[in-house]
């Protein structure tokens, strides 16, 4: 029997667990799906381990823009940590219950990586831009210093903002229903199920995270407006295309991680849509910490030759 023939249709006591219903699939497509999301588990956390391997080992990798990126990999490894595990077991049952202190645990770890994540892209948007529009000064602006300050700022705020939540949430009463349907504990549906009242929650909401969100948007914008201006002003072609060539492993990261987040939480599906939003979740949450190190190792020739000078190493 699934989790939806199960759902009553009222239920106003205190709830002490959820009951996250995941994709509820046939057996077939359980079997393909958990076996997907175990490949793709397993590649993430080899992909992004190795950038941050990668980073440490090489001597001329030791540069802000790989600093910044071997973060970025932490936070992904981190992030899908958070999730991918717990939803391969969904998979398998569907379904699973959680308490509502282990809910909001998933949603802390989830939420702080995810967070430190747009600070860490906002800052490599920065870099790109003081590494094309001011060359001469990048050595001295870019300063290991100043750059480690970002890093521990960004891990920090990311921390303290998702506790704020953390707390809000551990405050509230959940009578409505202990039915999530999803497959994580994701801020919106844990609102949703709350009999308390979330003025304060939504207020802080309103107050911290869409400023936030959109200031980081507008400054990455702002950035590669300057940088694109820049480029064209390079007479030869050769430095055209060798100046773009250090930002589009950037901007191709940017443009998928903030293209799932908007669709999720700033333009949200309408209330019949829930499993387009767990599609779209599923992509924000498992596929792009999968693209990140493809992406960068794809395109960034750095990182393709540490990648075989590492493996011919091995073979001598």
């Known amino acids: 029997m699934s989790f939806h023939q199960m759902i009553p249709t009222h239920n106003q006591s205190t709830i002490p667990e959820f009951l996250l219903l995941g994709f509820q699939l046939q057996h077939t497509s359980q079997i393909v799906l958990f076996s997907t999301l175990l490949l793709v588990y397993i590649m993430t ?7 941050i391997i990668l980073v440490s080992a090489t001597q001329y990798l030791r540069s802000p823009m790989y600093f910044f990126l071997s973060q970025l990999s932490s936070c992904d490894i981190i992030l899908t940590t958070s999730i ?10 569907n379904g699973i219950s959680m308490s509502v202190s282990q809910c909001i645990a998933q949603f802390n ?38 750059c480690l ?13 998702t506790l704020i939540f953390s707390i809000l949430l551990s405050n509230l009463t959940f009578c409505n229903s202990k039915y ?29 995270v869409v400023p936030q969100t959109v200031s980081e948007t507008v400054f990455i914008i702002t950035t590669y407006v300057c940088i694109f201006v820049a480029v064209q002003r390079i007479s030869s072609k050769t430095g055209r295309e060798k100046a773009f060539s250090t930002c ?5 990261v940017v443009c998928t991680y903030y293209g799932t987040l908007f669709a999720i939480y700033v333009f949200p599906s309408g209330k019949y849509s829930f499993g387009m939003n767990k599609i779209v979740s599923l992509i924000y949450t498992v ?30």
């Open 45 to 51: 956390v080899m992909g992004n381990l190795l950038i």
């Open 84 to 93: 991918i595990p717990n939803l391969l077991y969904i998979t398998l049952k």
């Open 109 to 146: 770890f989830f939420s702080s990586s995810s967070v430190t994540e747009c600070f860490l892209l906002t800052i490599m948007s920065y870099d790109r831009y003081v590494a094309v529009c001011k060359p001469l000064h990048y050595v001295k602006i870019m300063n290991f210093p100043f």
């Open 149 to 161: 300050s970002l890093v521990v700022f960004s891990w920090i705020l990311g921390f303290l903002l």
């Open 180 to 208: 999530i349907d999803h497959f994580f504990c994701d801020l919106v549906p844990l609102v949703q199920l709350s009999c308390s009242d979330t003025t304060v929650l939504q207020t802080v909401l309103i107050v911290i």
């Open 248 to 252: 589009s492993s950037h901007l191709s």
């Open 287 to 316: 596929v792009t910490p999968l693209l990140n190190p493809v992406i960068y190792s794809l395109r960034n020739q750095d990182i393709k030759a540490a990648i075989v000078k590492s493996l011919e190493k091995k073979r001598c």
